[in-house]
């Protein structure tokens, strides 16, 4: 039976408004609600299923970012994660953190924890990349099931239907495997008090980027990060004659 | 900016010249038919970055295409690769042909359209070359500078990417469309090579069929949100889309529901678009749909709840019951 690994991540709250700090250095984090990933609920969900299913007989939760992403890692054991896998990366090398390094530390853990099938949300909703799966997929020279709505699991060989742009597409792919969750996926369940309790007492292994010998040099400088243009304020039009009027004048219709 | 001269100056002697050479493989994404109008953008942010653009067309069947890219205005050669272990498009084979072709020539920059295509295959690229991807860019300020969003959009990031090679997708409503004419670049074959994967393969694909016009290229976008209620009554919008020549788009919520397939979702984490008019009807403008319509031109909503924040945001706004509104304004028009 597979052995899966889940990467999750902490970001701040989907339903947070986010404010740019003054100086442009990035978004103000401190004293703002934080969660899990979306999609990353999603793909310990469909661990969970799995190992429900009897498809998995573990399922390793692993976190890389400051002491809060013990909470994180908390919460998927929570929901069913046997154990969890925190790497912890703080300061500095936390602030340049990127996919690139993410994708390596999930990629020696694989192999190291011997998994068969690492899955992961499609993209944080933080920076929005949606690159770790794919990377870890080409550093471990392992299929990729990207943005999947639907993975059935037959001895081994996957079948996974993915969101493409047109619509949906299906592929199968070997394990072992790297799969991105999209929102369709499943739904994922709520962890319950017991659920919460017994979490408590589930495995972390704290480890630190050393232990894995996995290069840490900032890829990317940042350079700035501002507020988007704010769009002018609009009118609110008393009827529908009046909004076909203004579109015809601007050359809408 | 002394680095990026200095490593100019590095680069040109290589090549001998005393221009910044910078060159540029965009991959093209097409169906075998037709090349995709999103590669058009991507092609433009390549003339941006400067110097040579190279396309490279691997598929199937993709004679036609290459020719079809050949024409397009600024490429200077187009690679084809044509193989049955490209078929579906499958980043598994793709990759190591652009690791190959990367070897060959020696671009600075790898481009691709940021489509659930382009997303799946270049960060693939991207681990085997080692380098860290920057993801559906927005803006090019140097050969090595890019602005991006983040936070669904609420945020705007310009970053210098340090890597050798800089591997870029592209959002395309943020770039003009480069026309596929007055190019008369040479066909070449890409390298070859053993590209068959045998860990994976492509079954089908189920496209949603449709007469209206693609979303994330269309002029107008009539959208649809939780208060259309059914997907029975989406009817209502395709009516009024179709007089309006517009593509239909949905919110999370309408697609979450079961309302319309998710391919027309807007958003985050759906298609990006920025018509220049752009229909919200029935639509609250959660920040997740907002990031993928905030850069429409014209906003125009319609919702029956005057504190909705679709409204913040709307050009024009109807405070209107859509049952009522939706059909006269169609009939109207």
Known sequence: MARVLVGVKRVIDYAVKIRVKPDKTGVITDGVKHSMNPFDEIAIEEAVRMKEKKLVQEIIAVSCGPTQAQDTIRTALAMGADKGIHVE?????????????????????AQEEKADLVIIGKQAIDDDCNQTAQMIGGYLDWPTGTFCSKVENNNGELTVTREIDGGLEVIKMKMPAVLSTDLRLNEPRYATLPNIMKAKKKPIKKITPKDLGVDFAARIEMLSVEEPPARKGGVILPDIDTLIGKLKEAGHV | MFTACFRTLKVSNKYGLLARYESTLVIAEHNNEIVLP??????????????????????????????????????????????????????????????????QHKFTHILAGATAFGKALLPRVAAKLDVSPVSDIIGIKTADTFVRTIYAGNAIQTLKCKDNVKVISVRGTAFEAVPLEGGSAKCEPAPNGEYKSSLVEFVKQELSKSDRPELTSAKIVVSGGRGMKSGENFKLLYSLADKLNAAVGASRAAVDAGFVPNDLQVGQTGKIVAPDLYIAVGISGAIQHLAGMKDSKIIVAINKDPEAPIFQVADYGLVADLFKAVPELTEKL
């Open chain 2, 38 to 103: 999103i590669t058009c953008n991507a092609l433009s942010a390549a003339k941006k970055i400067g110097g040579d653009v190279t396309v490279l067309v691997a598929g199937n069947k993709c004679k036609k295409v290459a020719e079809t890219v050949s024409k397009a205005n600024g490429v200077s050669k187009v690679l084809v690769a044509e193989n049955d272990a490209f078929k579906g498009f499958l980043p598994e084979a793709l990759t190591p042909l652009i690791i190959a072709t990367q070897n």
């Open chain 1, 89 to 109: 990366i703080s300061g500095a090398e936390y602030e340049t953190l990127q996919p690139i390094h993410v994708s390596k530390i999930l990629a020696k853990l």
